[in-house]
């Protein structure tokens, strides 16, 4: 598998913003409109987050499928044509994982929505009459279902295709972890840590940290290594392939985990009591890295390696030349060594102001107290003053320091752009309700402090000195 190397080693700058957060919250021609804009601002990369369908609730990362679109981006439904030679190249192509999944969707609906390990003892181990059955029973349902998989893929591509003639980079996301309640984990049980009946004797997560005093309990399951390496991480290769074939780059989350993993039992509530299992991630990296640009060593991926980070997960990171990302919300302590520090950033960082799991700038630093405020201002040499201006002042002095930082990629959010509050936040790790809702309206980029603010940030983009950079 080839994989394009040379546009990565460009700086760059870029903006986040999920398709759900358009003004239509789908892959219609607002997506078009978008790129153009981006374009016309001198930006770049355009970052989503993971393009799954949500199991429940509307959160990205716990999805029915490690491979399948959210159904809920489809501008339109077209009715299935069998007879489109695309869409039969697509199912042969794409045969490894939608076979499973639109039989998975199909069955769910049938058993009333309850997990696979809830259903009959027949479904859920996949007796080989009973899926033989139901692949029969059910054929207009499940060609349904594949069709509408087709439009979505055919709809990025062409989206993809906009993108690159705009020398405009997309950036995905992948969740290191799947959901239990997926088609993948009904499907390949022997690659996840389960019990004889299906279910998860330990789950996902990490230790307290920034985000969370009680530390975050993910849910999902754990791998089974060992299992994994029989086959050469087969599963995992499947899923980079298919990333890649989507996007240029791709953030894997919680890089963390493929160097240890937070393993917490199933019965606890909170993710406080855990322990670290070592994971054998340079192996994984090193069977992707073969099959990727025939060894090439630069791998189009970009590591997460927020929040508790060892030693061992730098040197991982940087032995597979991954950049990692810095944060500047995270750079205003007394620590002087903080790597999300202005000046500690280096260049190979993905910079950020903030992620989708930060309150937006504006929000962040209303909520700060008095004394914190002023350190700020202090370090971004702002004045000190209860202008009701300053808190813009500093969301714009941030997303200043961001595109002129050292950091190989830079990536703002419309949030910022627009100086929106924490009535704009996309997520709040540790919640479950008002996550993910957040839209923009394009009126709202018609306003002239808006107008003046997308210019300005042109003409920084344009300044600064944008050269191939290369991570030793």
Avoid at 252 to 279: N, V
Avoid at 398 to 405: E, F, G, M, V, Y
Avoid at 415 to 430: I, S, V, Y
């Amino acid at each position: 598998m080839i994989v394009k190397s040379a546009d990565i080693n460009q700086r760059r700058a870029g903006m986040l913003l999920h398709p759900t957060s358009l003004p239509s919250g789908v892959l219609d021609d607002d997506v078009e409109r978008w790129l153009q804009m981006l374009a016309q601002t001198g930006l770049s990369v355009w970052q989503v987050l993971p393009l799954g369908e949500p199991q429940a609730g509307l959160s990205p990362y716990q999805c029915s499928s490690a491979f399948a679109f959210n159904p809920a981006l489809m501008p339109e439904i077209v009715p299935p044509d069998a007879n489109d030679s695309g869409y039969v190249a697509f199912c042969s192509q794409q045969q490894f994982w939608l076979d499973d999944y639109v039989l998975f969707k199909v069955l769910k609906q049938q058993f009333d929505d309850k997990s696979w390990n809830e259903w009959p003892q027949a479904w859920k181990f996949r007796e080989p009459a009973v899926i033989l059955q139901a692949v029969q029973h059910y054929e207009a349902q499940i060609t349904g279902l594949k069709w509408q998989q087709y439009q979505l893929h055919k709809r990025w591509q062409e989206i993809r295709s906009l993108a690159t003639s705009l020398d405009i980079l997309l950036f995905g996301d992948m969740p290191i972890y799947v959901g239990f309640d997926s088609a993948d984990v009904w499907a390949h049980r022997e690659l996840f840590l389960l019990d004889a009946e299906g279910n998860m004797e330990v789950v996902s997560g990490v230790p307290p940290d920034y985000f969370s005093q009680q530390g975050q309990r993910w849910g999902n399951p754990h791998y089974n290594w060992d299992s994994m390496q029989n086959d050469d991480y087969a599963w995992w290769k499947s899923r980079v392939r298919h990333h890649l074939q989507m996007f240029d780059l791709v953030r894997i989350d919680h890089f963390r985990g493929l160097e240890a993993a937070w393993m917490i039992d199933a019965s606890c509530e909170t993710a406080i009591d855990g322990y670290w299992q070592k994971i054998p991630g340079d192996a994984l990296l090193s069977s992707i890295q073969s099959m990727i640009n025939n060894g090439d060593r630069q791998l189009p991926f970009i590591a997460e390696d927020l929040g508790i980070i060892t030693p061992e997960v730098t040197a991982l990171r940087k032995k597979y030349r991954l950049p990692g990302m810095s944060v500047l919300q995270f750079g205003f302590d007394e620590f002087d060594d903080n790597p999300h520090k202005l000046k500690n950033i280096v260049e190979d960082k993905v910079v950020y102001i903030g992620t989708h799991d930060n309150d937006t700038t504006k929000g962040w630093f209303n909520s700060l107290p008095d004394h914190v405020k002023n350190h700020v201002l202090q370090v971004l040499n702002l004045a000190q003053d209860d202008g009701s201006e300053i808190a813009n002042m500093v969301v714009d002095k941030l997303i200043d320091d961001a595109l002129q930082s050292a950091g190989k990629i830079c990536m703002i959010s419309m949030q910022d752009c627009l100086h929106l509050g924490a009535e704009a936040r996309m997520n709040t790790p540790g919640t479950i309700t008002g996550n993910w809702l957040w839209r923009f309206q394009w009126q709202q980029l018609e306003q002239p402090q808006n107008t003046d603010r997308m210019k300005h940030i042109r003409l920084r983009i344009e300044s600064v000195h944008r050269l191939p950079v290369v991570i030793d």
